[in-house]
């Protein structure tokens, strides 16, 4: 999808916090109307949705898990159609997660979601993955994030090997990768559990993107004229030198 925002309809999974929460801001400043999702945090999804409303845009915060696909059917009934869908929801390192939980969210129900959606032949699908997970086979990450780092990967080659079918319909796929950012629950988890994390990140990439910075190259993504399948790269040089 190429050109403005102005009047498109985007949905932002895992809208509630962090990244997707910025995303969404951003889409709504730029003249998108914004469907906010979370799992279960309605007051903070609404609080995105009303701080979008009250910056002159138009949102709607909707709920659904999406490892429930009868959620996920009401949900697309709630939203018709769509021009951007920014998978950002994420997960896996709950304390309370079922064992397959991360690949049921980071691949399954991405999948799923891109098949129940009802995407406008012009859409814009983004996926948005981190450089642990996107150079997962590449280098290895913590203990802790590795399922989180192996399901995402599985997600993205997945959604990457829907592409010609998606080409087809004129529906363009583009991933947004990034290095660690601060702020963030996944990299407070991470240094809480191996303090010096995030220094040492930002030791060896020279400097980390931050939430804003991040969130800017996603809503970038979802109207740049760039080849479906396009991976845009955020920070973590080192990363890309080695790669
Ligand atoms: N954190 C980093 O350093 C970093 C770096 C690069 C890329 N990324 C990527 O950026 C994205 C967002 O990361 P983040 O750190 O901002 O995430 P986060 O703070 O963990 O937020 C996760 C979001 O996903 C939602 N969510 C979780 N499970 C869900 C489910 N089953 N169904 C629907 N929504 C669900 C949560 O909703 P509730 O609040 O309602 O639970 C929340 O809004 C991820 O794709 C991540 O890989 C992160």
Known sequence: MNGSLARRVALVTGGSRGIGAETARLLGAAGAHVFVNYREKARRAQRVAREITDAGGTATAVRADLTDQAAVSAMVGEIGRLDVLVLNASGGMERDAAPGYALRLNRDAQLALVDAAVLAPSARIVFVTSHQAHFHRERATHPEYEPVAASKRAGEDALRARVPELTERGIGLVVVSGDMIEGTTTATLLERRHPGTID????????????????????????????????????????????
Do not use: Q
């Not at 804003?212 to 740049?224: C, G």
């Open 200 to 243: 040492d990140r930002r030791g060896r990439a020279g400097s980390l993107p931050t939430i804003a910075e991040f969130a800017a190259e996603v809503v970038a993504a979802a109207t740049a004229p760039l080849e479906s399948g396009h991976t845009v790269y955020v920070g973590g040089g080192d990363y890309l030198e080695a790669a």
